[in-house]
């Protein structure tokens, strides 16, 4: 998901000297010219480190590291970052594979295929694999309980724990974003191969691409903690805990190295993993809405595209199948907006020999504005509770209506407070959002918004002290 609001940053780091495979096919598109924008969108987003990979038809462009890891090593592109919801892309991937060898049905029901998925909802038995991976299974986050389901051991408890769930909408009538779809294709593919999730990747799709430093367990592959920005300084955290471990939805942890190896196949023509028909079903869009098989069409670019934002990582690929080029970007922070997507919109200008529009600076600036909110909150919170004499003498006698009118401005912070995470979760258009997650990658917001509250409350509370 990419968001609407902005935050604060002023970290520059330092330069990775980059690796780069092969020269560029087209002259504007070299090495040299990718590794300088690179370098530029570092410094103007302030951003602690990213790795990226460009890749044209056959062959790796440029493949280099910027910034520092966690750790205060150097970010390479053998550097390894969780990817988030482009893991949905493998996941598709591995189901696909699997329909090809004749243990999954596409087009057949979900239920006849996977032991143990129930619903409580009848329209569920009539959910397809290719409602799963469309996201047109009727499956959302407004029906399910994420938080239980964010507790799962496994992807069997995952399934097992839906059997309360419900739909909502009929399988195939409305396109909704829901993890849930693609964590059952991953447990689908546990059940049709025998392997656990991560197994299957790691034999069927990661070793035959040369993916070696690519997995779906932090036990196998362990990414350094990414970042979240507070005012302008980046801070190191541990990603949220959730179901990350065996995820279809969000679990690969990859390199640009490795990611590089991934564009090629998607640009080519499916081999070693499927035939050429199996990635043209994958990256085309269902009528209802312009999403593929863990892939998204952008309609104005033409590009194949899925972004990945988990709490303290964002992550973008993209292919044009006009040029043939590919793109990934991953970063080891969150904040309010996802930079890796406007970086791979400035590579893409480069590859169809256009000019990047410049980077960087929103974002601080939002940040900025939301710091100073919060130290005026903080300062009207402090001369609300020293005036609160001087505003209940004005209001003695007066009737009681008048002084609860007169209250509402300063507990208006507190009721906003108290509605955030559903609110926010309404305009992400229904993804549910929980406390514990806006204090990640919405840390400056939410600590606005906490001071205003107390602020408001404080002077509220102090105000009918005084009246009594």
């Known amino acids: 998901m990419k968001t609407l609001l902005i935050g604060l940053s002023a970290a520059l780091m330092f330069t990775v000297a980059p690796t780069a495979a092969s020269p560029a096919p087209e002259g504007g598109m070299t090495p040299a010219a990718i590794d300088a924008y690179l370098g530029e969108a570092l410094e103007s987003t302030g951003l602690p480190g ?35 919801s482009v893991s949905k892309s493998f996941t598709a991937m591995a189901v696909m ?57 496994s992807l069997a408890d995952y399934t097992s724990r839906l059997a309360t769930a419900e739909l909502a ?51 196998v592959v362990k990414p350094a903690d990414g970042h979240n920005s507070i005012f302008g300084a980046w801070l190191s955290r541990p990603e949220l805990p959730a179901f990350l471990d065996e995820s279809g939805s969000g679990g690969v942890i990859t390199t640009a190295a490795d990611m590089g190896r991934w564009l090629i196949l998607q640009t080519g023509d499916g081999g070693p993993l499927v035939k050429r028909e199996s990635l043209r079903t994958m990256h085309t869009p269902v009528k209802i809405r312009d999403y593929g098989m863990g892939w998204g069409l952008d309609r104005d ?20 199948p006009t040029t043939g080029y590919g793109f990934a970007v991953m970063a080891n922070s969150a904040a309010l907006t996802d930079d890796t997507y406007a970086i791979m919109r400035g590579l893409t200008a480069m590859s169809e020999g256009r000019t990047p529009e ?18 005026a909150a903080a300062c009207l919170g402090v001369m609300g509770v020293l005036r609160a004499r001087r505003w209940a003498a004005g209001r003695a006698g007066k009737p009681w209506w008048r002084v609860a009118l007169r209250m509402t401005p300063v507990l208006l912070p507190v009721a906003v407070l108290a509605a955030y995470p559903d609110l926010i979760s309404f305009l992400m258009n229904g993804r549910t959002v929980t406390w514990a997650q806006l204090t990640y990658f919405a840390a400056p917001m939410s600590i606005m918004l906490v001071v205003a509250a107390v602020a408001g409350a404080l002077t509220a509370i102090m105000r009918l002290v005084r009246l009594r």
């Open 50 to 84: 990213m790795s990226v990979v460009v890749t044209h038809r056959g062959r790796v462009v440029h493949a280099a590291g910027y910034g520092n890891d966690s750790h205060g090593d150097p970010v390479t592109k053998d550097t390894p970052m969780r990817v988030a």
């Open 169 to 219: 909408a009929d399988p195939g009538t409305r396109w909704a974003y829901c993890n849930v779809n693609y964590n059952l294709a991953a447990r689908l593919v546990e059940t049709a191969s025998g392997l656990r999730f991560g197994d299957y990747l790691r034999k069927h799709v990661f070793r035959p691409l040369g993916m070696r430093t690519s997995a779906v367990s932090d036990e």
């Open 97 to 153: 594979t699997l329909v090809e060898q004749g243990k999954i049905k596409l087009d057949r029901p979900v239920a006849g295929q996977l032991p143990g998925f129930v619903m409580a909802d009848p329209r569920a038995a009539t959910i397809t694999v290719r409602q799963l991976l469309n996201q047109t299974s009727g499956l959302s986050d407004t029906t399910v309980d994420i938080g239980a389901l964010e507790s799962a051991t």
């Open 358 to 375: 410049q980077l960087g600076g929103d974002r601080q600036w939002f940040e900025l504005v939301l710091a100073a909110i919060t130290l």
């Open 301 to 320: 670019t033409g590009l194949l595209t899925h972004s990945g934002n988990l709490f303290t990582y964002n992550a973008v690929e993209a292919i044009s």
